[in-house]
Every structure is written in C-alpha cells, then in structure tokens.
C-alpha cells in the first residue's frame, strides 16, 4: 500500500518479565514476539515500518529478520510520545499511518487489514481495533456517546464509576490519517497519574474537534493479548501453539494428539503426513509427504526431511537432510548430516557431529545400511549401499566406498563393492 505506512511501539522495558531479554524478544512458538508484528505489518503491504526502540534497541534491531527503520525514544514518557519520536519521517507524508503494539503476537493480519481498509472507506480521522471481553480489567474503556459513537478511550487506572463495567476495550491498533495524527499528539497533555503522554487520548481530542473517529470490533479478543509477565507469554503460546495445528490439520496434516504435539512457527510439513504424540518441531523445519513422525521424536532447526520418511520414537535430528523413503525408527541421533534416500538408520545409531571445536558433516548415500548402535564420528561419509555392522564406530575421516562392508571398533573394511 502505498500510502500506508506502520510505526510499531516497542520501547518499553517489561519490567514484570524480570529478565534480561527485552520483552519483545521473548519467544512465542520459536519466533520473537515483535517479528509476528512486523510480519503483519509486512503482510498488509505497509510501505515502510518504523520500530520506536528504548530498552537494548540494538539487541532487538539484530533479531528482525525484514529491513525496518529504527527509532529511539530517549525518554519512556509514554506511547504518544513514543509515536511523536517518529514524527520527522512522516513531515512530507500524506498518507495513513498504521500504529501497532510490539508485544501483542496473537494479532491477526486478516484483523488489521480490515481496520485498514474501513479507515481508507471512511475517511475518518482515526480507525481503531475493539473487543469485547467479560473481564476488562487493565485495558482501556471505550466510551460511546448516546448516538453509539465513540467519545474517547478511558485508561484502566483513569476509569470510574459505570466505565469500569464496560466490557468493550481497546485493542490497540490504529490507523490514523498523518496529518491529524501528528496534529493531535502535539496537542496532548501528560496524564498526571501516570507522568506519560497517553496515545489514546488522540481520540478524545478528534472527537472534541468534529473529527470522525471508526471503530473494528474482532472476532477474536485473544487478538489484544499484551505479553506483560511469563504467565502471558504461556497463554500466548498456548493460542499460538494450537492455531498452528489447526492450520496444519486444514492443509491435510494429521495431528493425533494436538495436546502433546509442539511445533515452532515457520515449520511447513507436507499432506498425509502424521504426526505422532509428543513430538516438538522446530522453526525452520521442512518435512515432505506421507511421512510418519514420533512418537517422542524432536525435529531441530535446519532438519529438511523429503516424502515418505518414517523418524520413530525417541530420534533427533538437528541441521540434517533427509532423502526419501528413508527409515529412523529407534533411540537414534542425526546432526549436522546429509542422508540419502532408502537409508536404514538403526536403532541407537548417533552421529558424533561435534569435536569440541566445531560441527562435522556426516554423509550417508543412497541405499546405506547403519546397524543398530553404531557410532559415526564426523566428518565421515557412507557410500551408496554400503553396510555398517551394528555396534560399529566408523571414525572421524573414514570414507567406506559404494557397496561395501564395514564392522568392528573402530570399522574396518571386510568386503568391497560386493553390495548391488
């Protein structure tokens, strides 16, 4: 869209995270809550996105994957200030801008493109996102005059009498014309309160002014789900968690036991394939067609796993290639490999990828056979067809040709090229 662009908040410190990590680094489903954000701003074609940074602005610019412009908010006086701190890039603009909250990973793009798209229909000064909850405590009040307009947003701490009873908040989305916007912000006044500038606010100011303000009511009030403390975050992975199986199960994914299955946003897993009890799929997870994983099995970033392989119980994989129609059924660990396709992987069989200075390659060809309990130590490669006896350690550098043989500790060679 070129006439929009999104200014993201992102400067406060999360003190009741008590961490380290700014809060809007915090993982949900293996993705940092503030890229959900910038994703959706990205999705809706925001034609630039600004970050207001505050707390380890640095630590969190190094974590985003798409290009953003970076804004320093010196002093945290509150979200209008914060949005005010990026006012010098918007002096020439004249067209929408699009305000998020960093730290709501739940919202939906579908969501917010609606509140884009009644905004441009409108043309009002300020559209904003609603929900209506049966417990609105520590959320902003909608207040709506007799008309069912809406008269202004009443803080949680500011509220009194009958508006602390109003289930309908505030959501924290909003898309304003720049002009208006920057206009309104320097007209506000610090809460005394709360020794901040409050960015809602800027509808009671368009309202006092005969200004048209509109209003999205979603579906979804999970969608406003601030994370503020660690119990926040388990619930926000809790919705993440289950709306990424349900969007799996829809592509033809068969999930047996969602309560027990955990797989990271960003893993894309092909129809027809199963997925067993107990399993945890990490972010940057690949996994082709018709394949069987778990139960208890644990795919890690970087694994690319192709159609009809079968990975069974109690199996890792960590930054492996798999080929098809390959078999790991038991207690076996792949790290830092590159599998063919018609491999036997026995049970026990573990690649020792790491020598206490870096990870090693392993390679196994096509139509390789690993007997149970063998040991690969890295860099070693499998030929095609080769066999490994079980209880084997194949050491580091070893190369076993095409269709041969190997067994013992360590391997040795006991018939070549015999295997067709």
């Given at each position: 869209m070129k006439n929009l662009r999104t200014i993201i908040l992102a400067a406060g410190k999360g003190t009741r995270m008590k961490s380290d990590v700014p809060k809007v680094l915090h993982p949900v489903c293996g993705k940092p809550i503030i890229q959900y954000i910038v994703d959706v701003s990205q999705s809706i074609g925001s034609l630039k996105t600004y970050v207001v940074f505050g707390h380890k602005s640095d630590i969190v610019k190094e974590a985003l994957t798409y290009p953003?412009?970076?804004?320093?908010?010196?002093?945290?006086?509150?979200?209008?200030?914060?949005?005010?701190?990026?006012?010098?890039?918007?002096?020439?603009?004249?067209?929408?801008?699009?305000?998020?909250?960093?730290?709501?990973?739940?919202?939906?793009?579908?969501?917010?493109?609606?509140?884009?798209?009644?905004?441009?229909?409108?043309?009002?000064?300020?559209?904003?996102?609603?929900?209506?909850?049966?417990?609105?405590?520590?959320?902003?009040?909608?207040?709506?005059?007799?008309?069912?307009?809406?008269?202004?947003?009443?803080?949680?701490?500011?509220?009194?009498?009958?508006?602390?009873n109003i289930a309908e908040i505030n959501v924290g989305v909003y898309c304003c014309q720049s002009k208006e916007l920057f206009k309104a912000l320097k007209a506000l006044k610090m809460n005394e309160k709360k020794k901040e500038f409050y960015l809602t606010d800027i509808v009671e100011f368009f309202f006092e002014n005969g200004q048209k303000v509109e209003t999205v009511e979603t579906e979804n009030p999970a969608e406003g789900l601030g994370i503020n403390t660690r119990e926040d975050l388990a619930v926000a992975e809790n919705f993440m968690r289950r709306k990424i199986l349900s969007n799996l199960m829809i592509e033809g994914v068969t999930i047996v036991d969602p309560g027990t299955t955990y797989i990271d946003a960003g893993a894309k897993i092909g129809s027809d394939t199963v997925i067993y009890p107990h399993t945890f799929i990490e972010s940057n997870v690949r996994v082709g067609k018709n394949c069987r994983i778990g139960p208890f099995a644990r795919l890690r970033q970087g694994t690319k796993i192709s159609d009809k392989v079968e990975i069974g119980n109690f199996t890792e994989i960590s930054r492996t290639k798999i080929g098809s129609k390959t078999f790991m059924k038991h207690f076996s660990y792949l790290g830092d490999s590159l599998v063919g396709a018609n491999v036997n992987i026995g049970a026990g069989v573990i690649t020792a990828n790491f020598d206490g200075q870096q990870k090693n390659t392993t390679r196994i060809d096509d139509g390789a056979f690993i007997g149970s309990d063998s040991v690969l130590v890295a860099p070693v490669?499998?030929?095609?067809?080769?066999?490994?006896?079980?209880g084997s350690v194949v050491t580091k550098g070893k190369v076993i040709p095409d269709g041969s043989v190997a067994f013992g500790v360590p391997a040795k060679i006991i018939l070549k090229e015999k295997r067709k």
């Open positions: 953003i412009v970076a804004v320093e908010q010196p002093k945290l006086l509150g979200t209008a200030d914060a949005v005010k701190c990026a006012e010098n890039y918007f002096k020439s603009f004249r067209g929408d801008v699009l305000i998020l909250c960093g730290d709501t990973p739940l919202l939906d793009k579908a969501t917010v493109k609606r509140v884009v798209q009644k905004h441009k229909k409108s043309k009002a000064a300020c559209t904003f996102l609603t929900a209506v909850v049966h417990n609105s405590k520590g959320y902003g009040r909608i207040i709506r005059g007799e008309n069912g307009g809406v008269v202004a947003i009443r803080e949680d701490k500011d509220a009194a009498g009958y508006e602390r490669r499998i030929g095609k067809k080769a066999v490994i006896g079980a």
